[in-house]
């Protein structure tokens, strides 16, 4: 007789079990993606996929445990864990992000919304909001490189007095994923999208020029992470020479787009304070400068006030 080997008690823990519980399912998706080191926050990532799959909260999942997947739940859950394990992002598997308390699709045509480009936009809306209480009835903006539209409609959406605003990209892909989300969030009568390169399509100068460009070193891109240099677009991440090519362009063509009195806001890498404050006082040497910081303390972001 041929005795079978006991199967040890770990070696199917790849499987998810067709019929499993809620919590057997975030048992098993943190054992998954630990094990696989993809993923600095296991536990959310987990609970974040498997809330995309039941249409649910969080918190309702935590709260109960005992209820049951369905065995196409869980072939989803478990197929989106292992491309969590291939280090996708997780906002690309659920498609959508929040930034600035608003939901945005997210998908590989544009970044991924950051949380330090919020830092930008609040600069900014502070920017429109102190115009327009110097009983000015609108101000104007334009978010030069827009992505998936989260700067651009973040204002739209926040203050609802700023016209016209202006979303500016290369990229068709990226602008077509934009206007969706500005009829998602139910502004895309209020935003122009246009196609051009850097400020090459704007029809006019404006109050508040904002600028979120490609800022990453070529030779840099072995810093980023797995999920951003595997599954971000290239076009959006990667600046030449020392990542600031585009930067040099939009400060050299922005003195035809502004006003006695605009603000200037552009993003920039944790290294690039110098060379972006050298070249914001080469074209406009009048200007205010406020560097900002990001979470985590680095130079991240700068407003150029002109006109005192």
Request: charged share 25%.
């Amino acid at each position: 007789m041929h005795w079978r080997r006991p199967m040890s008690r770990n070696s199917e823990t790849h499987i998810l079990p067709a019929h499993a519980t809620w919590g057997q399912a975030l048992v098993w998706g943190v054992g998954r993606l630990r094990v696989g080191a993809s993923s600095d926050t296991p536990h959310l990532d987990t609970q974040t996929l498997l809330a995309h799959i039941l249409g649910a909260s969080r918190a309702t999942l935590l709260a109960y445990p005992e209820r049951r997947l369905t065995s196409a739940q869980a072939a989803t859950f478990a197929r989106l864990v292992e491309r969590r394990l291939a280090h996708e992002p997780v906002a690309y598997l659920v498609g959508h992000r929040e930034f600035m308390g608003l939901d945005f699709a997210v998908d590989r045509r544009a970044l991924i919304p950051r949380p330090e480009t919020e830092l930008l936009v609040e600069g900014a809306l502070a920017d429109l909001r102190a115009r327009l209480g110097h009983h000015e009835h609108t101000a104007s903006v334009a978010d030069v490189g827009t992505g998936s539209g989260a700067i651009a409609l973040s204002l739209a959406q926040l203050e609802r007095r700023a016209a016209p605003i202006y979303a500016l990209d290369i990229s068709t892909d990226a602008l077509d994923l934009a206007r969706e989300n500005a009829r998602r969030l139910g502004v895309a009568e209020r935003v122009t999208f246009l196609q051009g390169d850097l400020l090459d399509a704007l029809p006019q100068p404006v109050d508040l020029l904002l600028a979120n460009l490609p800022y990453v070193a070529r030779h840099d891109q072995g810093e980023l992470a797995l999920d951003v240099r595997r599954y971000e677009p290239e076009l959006a991440l990667y600046g030449d020479e020392d990542g600031l090519a585009l930067l040099r362009r939009f400060f050299a063509q922005a003195p035809k787009y502004v006003y006695p009195d605009t603000t200037i806001g552009v993003e920039f890498g944790y290294n690039q304070r110098n060379t972006v404050e050298t070249l914001a006082r080469s074209a406009f040497p009048n200007g205010r400068i406020h560097v900002g910081a990001d979470y985590a303390g680095w130079d991240r972001f700068a407003l150029i006030h002109l006109g005192g």
